[in-house]
């Protein structure tokens, strides 16, 4: 019996370390993403009861993101309609600018899991396969259930990918007590001729499953060059 479940521990580090690398392979040729989220609904009361690093999601009517592997991303919209709020991560550290009143603020993440906010889109990037432990959970034709724990013991994640392109389908959220923070789940995938494929349809959950937030990417542009200040603060 201790064999067989040395065996069998040995058959999930295999396979996860093989879907890890097939991972790394699959999203290796995204360079760079752009889009405009376009938000359907969004409830904002209870948007402002989650993690605050989604309030630049769905507080906005239209949000500019702009990624570039291996990890810089910067959001750009109006929440609540009235200033233009740019939010930029680049490395270990990340930076708030509203222009119309010279607001800046700049710090550094705590956490591994506050800066791989690109998984939040639909994107999986370097950050991910890199400064994560990931575990099979389950696989089948449909899909593969990955317990996704960063190198630091912070806040984990399950997700599911399609098996057939590893495209991400659902990510939860945990928060620092091991419950559900918050679930997305990602549809209407659009599929690039590199190979790489990224939703068009976000929505957002709260833990008891209630629709907070639906929005769809607009515009989406992949491996387009960005201008070199794009992600200076």
């Known amino acids: 019996m201790r064999k067989l479940a040395i065996f069998l521990t040995f058959f999930i580090v295999v396979l996860s370390q093989s879907i890890t690398n097939e991972i790394a392979k699959k999203w290796s040729a995204l360079k760079t993403f752009s889009a405009t989220l376009e938000v359907k609904k969004v409830k904002t009361a209870k948007l402002s009861q989650l993690d605050p690093d989604y309030k630049y999601l769905f507080n906005a009517r239209k949000t500019n993101i702009y990624y570039q592997a291996p990890h810089s991303l910067r959001i750009e919209g109006t929440p609540y309609g009235v200033l233009r ?15 119309a009143i010279a607001f800046r603020k700049e710090e550094n993440f ?31 034709k449909t899909s593969i259930q990955i317990e996704a724990i960063p190198k630091d013991k912070s806040r984990k994640r399950v997700i599911w990918l399609n098996p057939s392109d590893l495209s991400l389908q659902k ?39 209630e629709l907070v937030g639906e929005g769809e990417f607009k515009d989406i542009k992949i491996n387009t060059p960005f201008s070199p200040n794009l992600f200076s603060s």
């Open 171 to 209: 990510s939860v959220k945990y928060n620092s007590l091991g419950k559900v923070n918050v679930i997305y789940t990602f549809e209407n995938h659009f599929k690039h001729p590199s190979g790489v494929v990224v939703p068009r349809k976000i929505k957002m959950f709260s833990p008891d499953g």
């Open 110 to 140: 705590k956490y591994i899991d506050q800066r791989t906010l690109s998984l939040d889109f639909g994107i999986i990037g370097p950050d991910f396969w890199e400064n994560y432990s990931l575990k099979i959970l389950q696989q089948t």
């Open 85 to 99: 709020v740019v939010y930029i991560i680049n490395g270990g550290g990340y930076t708030v600018l509203i222009p």
